[in-house]
């Protein structure tokens, strides 16, 4: 049986929250001792003890735990896991009817009415991320609606909570059938492997399908294209795919080589007229200078923190220098696509970072388009700080 408590929040917590604003905040509790088991459904009470909203207890980031409802009456219940999934799942329907699109997010954590908590659709397997204890602790609802309304092949999870925020080695098969990884699926006719069992990351960031259709269906063909930080070279692949007549894949991770052959062979490219460097970023732009190798497209998605031997690098403080460096590779009228998925700053921040980086290299530049998250990974529009993805696509001018 799970225990319900009153918390009490603070004048200003309280008044987003009324406005919708989905998280509990740290910092905004009056009596944090009440708060003792995570996965402890708390009713969140103002000065006066009156009830403003209901929800769970769990440690993530900046929150303590997550508003569910403002209806006093309403349980946490199974039928209150059954409403979310359900209604999660309507709203996609038209990606499941999709027969070029076999990957996308299912369930996307307070977008969808459950912070903490996503589910990722793979061709038939259901990849579910925890991200506290407390949601955890609620997982028998979860599992149990997935068994009711989904007629699955497989149930995968990822634990992304524990004391140091790490990802912990696990065996993330939960039930179903076991997959035969890698499993291929598809977006937008394009062929990815994935592997729901191998670590923290599958191959494939689905929060980047539509810059991906952007890449292959607007700014590959005939191009020389870079792609930096790229992981498994999904970029890559879409720019192969659009016509690109070259791409080159930088990442610094050893088995970023093994995993880009990969994707270039099940869309059947020729992964050996491709380049595949695995080498720093910041070394491989002094190696581009030096043999004044210059790119139509540059595709620029570094992670939000990174430490290699030689360099740290922060998004929120770095993404202007490394900029510069890519400019300094790109053709005139060349195009840059610049992303980021640090949710510590907005878009206006970071197209103030591409006004600084143009403005001291010297530089001109128009915007092309700019996005962040496709739709599956519904957010809530009052709330743009959940929306974390940033990408700006931009022409160098001068
Ligand atoms: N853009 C990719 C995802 C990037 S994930 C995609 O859309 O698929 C971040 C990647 O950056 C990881 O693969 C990591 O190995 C790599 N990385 C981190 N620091 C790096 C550095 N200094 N140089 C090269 N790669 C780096």
Redesign the pocket.
Known sequence: MTKTIDVQVNAKNIADIKKGYPLILKEAIINPDALREEGSIIRLIDRNRKFVAKGYYGNQNKGIGWVLTRKEDEEIDFDFFESKIAAALARREALFADPETTAFRLFNGEGDGIGGLTIDYFDGFYMVSWYSEGIYSLKHHVYGVLDKIVDYKGVYEKKRFDTKGQYIEQDDFVKGEQGEFPIIVKENGMNFAVNLNDGA?TG??LD?RD??KAIRDNYAKAKNVL?????????SVAAALGGAVKTTS????KR?LAKTIEQFSVNGIDYEQQDIKV??????FRYAKRHELKFDLV?L???SF???KK?T?STAKDYPALLKDAIAITEKNGVIVA?TNNSSFGMKKFKTFIEQAFNEAGSKYKILEESSLPKDFRTNRDFPEFNYLKVVILQKLK
């Not at 080498?279 to 491989?284: I, Q, T």
Request: net charge negative; no cysteine.
């Open positions: 990351m494939i960031f980047q810059v991906r792609n930096t930080f790229s992981y498994t070279g999904a970029f930088v990442d610094l991770a970023s080498m720093d970023v910041f070394d491989y595709v998605d570094p992670p990174a430490r290699s360099y690098f992303s």
